[in-house]
Nanobody, 120 residues
Framework: QVRLEEAGGGLVQAGGSLRLSCAAS?????????MGWFRRTPGLEREFVAA????????SYADSVKGRFTVSRQNARSMVYLQMNNLKSEDTATYYC????????????WGPGTRVTVSS
């Protein structure tokens, strides 16, 4: 089974940058997976941030982060990254790494999350 764990969260000034990582493990390759980043703020619905296909590196982004965030992966390390630039207070949230099979809607594996706080 696949296990995900995020890292890299913390406190950052508005306008600053932060890079989140997601370590995937489970003893298998992830060729057939789509890796996603989501975030949640208390009282709000969890929202999609970005995603990348493991095999081809095809990316997608929420409109709110386009031009500021970049999702990437390092296949040999089974790592996924979310580079966050020009951070805003609205980006404050707990960020989650998730995985799903290609062609499926549901992200069935989730990490425990990492907290990002952007100060004004």
């Amino acid at each position: 089974q696949v296990r995900l764990e995020e890292a890299g969260g913390g406190l950052v000034q508005a306008g600053g940058s932060l890079r989140l990582s997601c370590a995937a493990s489970g003893g298998r390759t992830f060729t057939n997976y789509v890796m996603g980043w989501f975030r949640r703020t208390p009282g709000l619905e969890r929202e999609f941030v970005a995603a990348i296909t493991w095999s081809e590196g095809i990316t997608s982004y929420a409109d709110s982060v386009k031009g500021r965030f970049t999702v990437s992966r390092q296949n040999a390390r089974s790592m996924v990254y979310l580079q966050m630039n020009n951070l805003k207070s609205e980006d404050t949230a707990t960020y989650y790494c998730a995985a799903k099979f290609r062609g499926q809607t549901e992200y069935h594996v989730w990490g425990p999350g990492t907290r990002v706080t952007v100060s004004s």
